[in-house]
């Protein structure tokens, strides 16, 4: 049903942008509530998750304190 979520950190992937941050969202709330596209009665609520979720991703991300690659 649906593709694997990427992972959207550095050093996996660098420039992550608001599109990949929503896409992962939209992947992960389609995986928990079964729904590849949700029916009009539930489409709002659908939206507002992906949303929801789409923020907490962004704040992850942004927070997330990551070791500094040693250098020779």
């Given at each position: ?18 599109d990949d ?52």
């Amino acid at each position: 049903m649906c593709r694997s979520i990427k992972t959207l950190r550095e050093p996996f992937t660098s420039d992550v942008t608001d599109d990949d941050v929503r896409a992962a969202a939209l992947q992960y709330v389609r995986k928990v509530s079964g729904f590849r596209s949700p029916s009009a009665r539930n489409a709002e609520v659908f939206e507002r998750a992906v949303d929801a979720v789409a923020a907490a991703t962004r704040n992850l991300l942004d927070e997330l304190q990551l070791r500094q690659a040693s250098r020779s």
